[in-house]
């Protein structure tokens, strides 16, 4: 079955910086858009970031300029790093693959950003 494991999360201050990573096993890498989406408690998982099967990325207009999305389809691997981070940041993010079988989600790492 497809697995998407998350790490790298963790607690820093504002202005401070993480990568997160998510190893992805049981599909074909290469063939998947990969996302980050995040949740924050009492809202909606909202889609911070994905890169197509080609390289091509996008990123939400709100960490446009701070976060960017990778991927090394060697590693079946997408990271995503985070710099100048906001108290706003504070969320669980979770990974995603879409691809020939289906879209699947990882559990999640939280991101704690202080003031």
């Known amino acids: 079955q497809v697995q998407l494991v998350e790490s790298g999360g963790g607690l820093v201050q504002t202005g401070g910086s993480l990568r997160l990573s998510c190893a992805a096993s049981?599909?074909?890498?290469?063939?998947?858009?990969m996302a980050w989406y995040r949740q924050a408690p009492g809202k909606q998982r909202d889609l911070v970031a994905y890169?197509?099967?080609?390289?091509?990325?996008n990123h939400a207009d709100s960490v446009k300029g701070r976060f960017t999305i990778s991927r090394d389809d060697n590693k079946n691997t997408v990271y995503l790093q985070m710099n100048s981070l906001k108290p706003e940041d504070t969320a669980v993010y979770y990974c995603?693959?879409?691809?020939?079988?289906?879209?699947?989600w990882g559990l999640g790492t939280q991101v704690t950003v202080s003031a």
């Open positions: 995603q693959s879409a691809g020939p079988r289906g879209e699947n």
């Open positions: 890169v197509t099967s080609s390289g091509v990325t």
């Open positions: 049981g599909l074909i890498f290469g063939l998947n858009i």
